[in-house]
């Protein structure tokens, strides 16, 4: 089963707008990861954010993290055809020491 | 530094058979995890392996297995396969132990189909 679920399923702009994605989970975590997953291909990870931080960035992403609504977001700015994906976070913590992932969003940008 | 390595990439097997698939890992990496991928159900765990040990296990029938060799390769099998487990199975690599801080790096992925 799922810990986190992601919303939007899937979201399309136009490139150079700026992309937000959510991801809720359910149990307390220790930490929350986004990764990025092209099209049948494997995941690469993007960013970790531990459950004591608000917000982090990294390039031109931006996530946050609010463990009281156990929730997190993801922006990414200025968005580039590249970043067509699919988006997954993962969570871990809760009793279990392994990464449980969201149902993703799949995000398409529009050149 | 080379990747995580999957072999094969794709596999077309018919029910009833068995498949085993390879992971290879980031030298020094310790730690491999098996993820299946499907529309339906998404990314959902299987199992993970650290120093020749399974670590942890997700919500699979006992027919998925694996195992984790001294050089940290590790191999998933399935047995008596159904037309459900055709997926993308995932192997990840991490140097400690996953679910922790360290990043976990995913390979290619092995584009299993059983007719």
């Known amino acids: 089963s799922q810990q986190g679920e992601e919303d939007p399923q899937a979201l399309s702009i136009q490139e150079g707008e700026n992309a937000t994605m959510n991801c809720s989970y359910k149990?307390?975590?220790?930490?929350l990861q986004w990764y990025r997953q092209n099209s049948g291909r494997g995941l690469v990870h993007l960013i970790l954010?531990?459950?004591?931080?608000r917000e982090k960035h990294s390039g031109r992403l931006r996530v946050t993290l609010d463990t009281s609504k156990k929730s997190s977001s993801l922006l990414i700015t200025a968005s580039r055809a590249a970043d067509t994906a699919s988006y997954f976070c993962?969570?871990?913590?809760?009793?279990?020491?392994?990464?449980?992932f969201g149902t993703g969003t799949r995000l398409t940008i529009i050149p | 530094k080379a990747g995580v390595t999957q072999t094969p990439r794709y596999l077309i097997k018919t029910r009833g058979q068995q498949v085993t698939l390879s992971c290879s890992p980031i030298?020094?990496?310790?730690?491999v995890s098996w993820y299946q991928q499907t529309p339906g159900q998404g990314l959902q765990f299987l199992f993970e392996?650290?120093?020749?040990?399974?670590?942890n296990k997700g919500n699979f029938p006992g027919r998925f297995s694996g195992r984790q060799f001294s050089n940290s390769r590790s191999e998933m099998n399935v047995s008596t396969l159904e037309l459900g487990d055709s997926a993308l199975y995932l192997c990840?690599?991490?140097?400690?132990?996953?679910?922790?801080?360290?990043?976990?790096?995913f390979g290619p992925g092995t584009r299993l189909t059983v007719l």
């Open positions: 993962a969570t871990d913590g809760g009793g279990n020491e392994k990464l449980t």
């Open positions: 954010i531990r459950s004591n931080e």
């Open positions: 149990t307390s975590i220790n930490n």
């Open positions: 990840a690599s991490s140097v400690r132990p996953a679910g922790g801080t360290d990043t976990q790096y």
């Open positions: 030298s020094g990496h310790r730690s």
């Open positions: 392996y650290f120093s020749e040990t399974q670590r």
